[in-house]
């Protein structure tokens, strides 16, 4: 047979490698993807609850890093088990159903027993595709390259819980990403590197030429200190920056509004963190907690990259979308210019659980009437995802000296 490869581009997934194989005598062919571009910087948990017919054709980019579960079944297919793939969920399952099936004839003869139960596992697999009854489906990549499309986009899907964790040290081992380690001396030496740009050597995540990142330290006023990173590829002309908080979370969780009535509100300075999530209720639009990443930049700026980050999504304005979906999204990408060019007026909601996230006041430090900044104690599942339940900082001195 033949086999052929491309390197190519999809917007929402950097670059990515697809290999078609096909048999001129037997009429059988296979494609396989691979993620030409770099592990992203947290893991991704993708959790559906599968309801309908039409939740089965939702596409799913699988990659061989991403481990597929469905609880119901006590079922899961294994990271590295299969090649990556680009398909829907009712794909994963007609491929695990033919993956089990493969081997069925020789485990009759051998054992009847195992293949029988085998057998009955195939038909409760064979019957979640009927969606008699509603379950529940989990990809989980530590690469953070998998995607579960949301047919809503860009509102909320409550059917898609999206979740962006750090990776174990043993997930990074297995992606074969080496530890960093942290230098004891570093937080002594942080005066001395508040008026300094640290750079370090990387590669560029576009183009994989070497390239450097710069970094510093930035009080910002009437907030905190963080941290900017930003990257230059000379090659290819990339350009990313990225923000980390300088400091600890927070006691409270934030809740920044502001009511946006003139153009000059653009111009704003706003902070993201990772942990924040941005809401439009006017446009019926919410971004979930880990999008776009931490951004220091201007309200128009952050409003231009949803923009990009809808139109750029080939799922709902590709070859993949329909027309009454295509035509919902061009109407939102509308609402948005206009109120990113002053011509109409709307509610900006930030909420930040850990309590990094800012919003500049103009009327610093006299009250701004238009922003409105509300304090609030985190839920319990807040402070899960947080990492904070299971974090003990007090208290464990006298039991380590006891055990001594």
């Given at each position: 047979?033949?086999?052929?490869?491309?390197?190519?581009?999809?917007?929402?997934?950097?670059?990515?490698?697809?290999?078609?194989?096909?048999?001129?005598?037997?009429?059988?062919?296979?494609?396989?993807?691979?993620?030409?571009?770099?592990i992203q910087e947290q893991g991704v948990c993708y959790t559906l609850a599968v309801t309908s017919r039409q939740d089965m054709n939702r596409e799913v980019v699988k990659t061989d890093s991403a481990s597929a579960r469905i609880p119901?079944?006590?079922?899961?297919?294994?990271?590295?088990?299969?090649?990556?793939?680009?398909?829907?969920?009712?794909?994963?399952?007609?491929?695990?159903?033919?993956?089990?099936?493969?081997?069925?004839?020789?485990?009759?003869?051998?054992?009847?027993?195992?293949?029988?139960?085998?057998?009955?596992?195939?038909?409760?697999?064979?019957?979640?595709?009927?969606?008699?009854?509603?379950?529940?489906?989990?990809?989980?990549?530590?690469?953070?390259?998998?995607?579960?499309?949301?047919?809503?986009?860009?509102?909320?899907?409550?059917?898609?819980v999206v979740t962006h964790y750090r990776r174990s040290p043993q997930q990074a081992v297995v992606l074969g990403l080496e530890g960093e380690e942290v230098d004891a001396k570093l937080p002594d030496a942080a005066e001395d590197l508040?008026?300094?740009?640290?750079?370090?050597?990387?590669?560029?995540?576009?183009?994989?030429?070497?390239?450097?990142?710069?970094?510093?330290?930035?009080?910002?006023?009437?907030?905190?200190?963080?941290?900017?990173?930003?990257?230059?590829?000379?090659?290819?002309?990339?350009?990313?920056?990225?923000?980390?908080?300088?400091?600890?979370?927070?006691?409270?969780?934030?809740?920044?509004?502001?009511?946006?009535?003139?153009?000059?509100?653009?111009?704003?300075?706003?902070?993201?963190?990772?942990?924040?999530?941005?809401?439009?209720?006017?446009?019926?639009?919410?971004?979930?907690?880990?999008?776009?990443?931490?951004?220091?930049?201007?309200?128009?700026?952050?409003?231009?990259?949803?923009?990009?980050?809808?139109?750029?999504?080939?799922?709902?304005?590709?070859?993949?979308?329909?027309?009454?979906?295509?035509?919902?999204?061009?109407?939102?990408?509308?609402?948005?210019?206009?109120?990113?060019?002053?011509?109409?007026q709307a509610h900006f909601i930030m909420d930040d659980p850990a309590g990094n996230s800012y919003l500049q006041n103009v009327y610093a430090p006299e009250e701004d009437p238009e922003l409105n900044v509300q304090r609030y104690e985190?839920?319990?599942?807040?402070?899960?995802?947080?990492?904070?339940?299971?974090?003990?900082?007090?208290?464990?001195?006298?039991?380590?000296?006891?055990?001594?």
């Amino acid at each position: 047979g033949v086999t052929r490869l491309l390197l190519t581009r999809i917007p929402f997934f950097k670059e990515i490698i697809v290999s078609s194989f096909s048999c001129a005598s037997c009429s059988w062919s296979n494609t396989e993807i691979q993620s030409a571009g770099r592990i992203q910087e947290q893991g991704v948990c993708y959790t559906l609850a599968v309801t309908s017919r039409q939740d089965m054709n939702r596409e799913v980019v699988k990659t061989d890093s991403a481990s597929a579960r469905i609880p119901e079944l006590d079922f899961e297919i294994p990271a590295f088990s299969q090649k990556g793939v680009l398909t829907t969920i009712e794909g994963i399952i007609d491929r695990a159903v033919a993956g089990l099936e493969q081997d069925q004839p020789a485990r009759r003869a051998v054992d009847k027993e195992v293949a029988r139960k085998i057998d009955e596992f195939i038909g409760k697999l064979r019957q979640l595709k009927e969606v008699n009854s509603p379950f529940t489906f989990i990809l989980d990549d530590p690469s953070g390259n998998s995607f579960v499309e949301n047919p809503h986009a860009p509102q909320r899907d409550e059917a898609l819980v999206v979740t962006h964790y750090r990776r174990s040290p043993q997930q990074a081992v297995v992606l074969g990403l080496e530890g960093e380690e942290v230098d004891a001396k570093l937080p002594d030496a942080a005066e001395d590197l508040r008026d300094e740009v640290l750079q370090f050597n990387t590669n560029c995540p576009e183009c994989n030429a070497p390239a450097s990142t710069n970094m510093k330290l930035v009080q910002i006023p009437h907030f905190k200190e963080v941290i900017i990173m930003a990257t230059n590829c000379d090659s290819c002309g990339h350009r990313t920056n990225e923000v980390k908080s300088g400091g600890a979370i927070e006691p409270q969780g934030t809740r920044i509004t502001l009511r946006i009535t003139d153009p000059s509100d653009m111009t704003r300075d706003i902070l993201k963190s990772e942990t924040c999530s941005v809401e439009i209720p006017e446009l019926e639009f919410e971004l979930g907690m880990g999008a776009l990443g931490g951004k220091f930049t201007t309200l128009e700026g952050l409003l231009k990259d949803i923009r990009e980050l809808v139109e750029k999504n080939p799922f709902t304005l590709g070859d993949s979308s329909t027309p009454s979906r295509t035509g919902k999204l061009q109407e939102f990408i509308g609402k948005l210019q206009d109120i990113i060019e002053g011509k109409a007026q709307a509610h900006f909601i930030m909420d930040d659980p850990a309590g990094n996230s800012y919003l500049q006041n103009v009327y610093a430090p006299e009250e701004d009437p238009e922003l409105n900044v509300q304090r609030y104690e985190r839920t319990f599942e807040q402070n899960e995802e947080l990492g904070l339940n299971d974090m003990k900082t007090e208290g464990y001195e006298p039991e380590v000296a006891s055990g001594r």
